[in-house]
């Protein structure tokens, strides 16, 4: 099982990135997945998830109406577009599978500044 994030940099507050995961190692299809975050000095915090077929997603509330989760079953990519960021985004994203994550990949850091 492997991820590999990216599309994580400096970004001033207001403004967008879209991260994007490269899973392998496992069904990707068959499962829910999810974006995860951890700040400095936190711990990791859940984000956003969407189940397998990316119709159904959830997000927790600091981040609704301003994140979006979708997913390519085909090439089993993850991806959260993030809009309107703020400082108190800024941390480094991982993606994983939501039940039972593991082998975390290295994340990608996302810094909100001016």
């Known amino acids: 099982v492997q991820f590999v994030e990216s599309g994580g940099g400096l970004v001033q507050p207001g403004g967008s990135l879209r991260l994007l995961c490269a899973a392998s190692?496992?069904?990707?299809?068959?499962?829910?997945m999810s974006w995860f975050r951890q700040a400095p000095g936190t711990e990791r915090q859940h984000v956003a998830a969407?189940?397998?077929?990316?119709?159904?997603?959830a997000y927790i509330e600091s981040v609704k109406g301003r994140f979006t989760i979708s997913r390519d079953n085909n090439k089993k990519m993850l991806y959260l577009q993030m809009t309107g960021l703020t400082r108190e985004d800024t941390a480094v994203y991982y993606c994983?599978?939501?039940?039972?994550?593991?082998?975390w990949g290295q994340g990608t850091q996302v810094t909100v500044s001016s």
């Open positions: 994983n599978r939501k039940n039972n994550p593991d082998s």
């Open positions: 969407i189940r397998t077929k990316g119709v159904t997603t």
């Open positions: 190692g496992f069904d990707f299809g068959l499962e829910i």
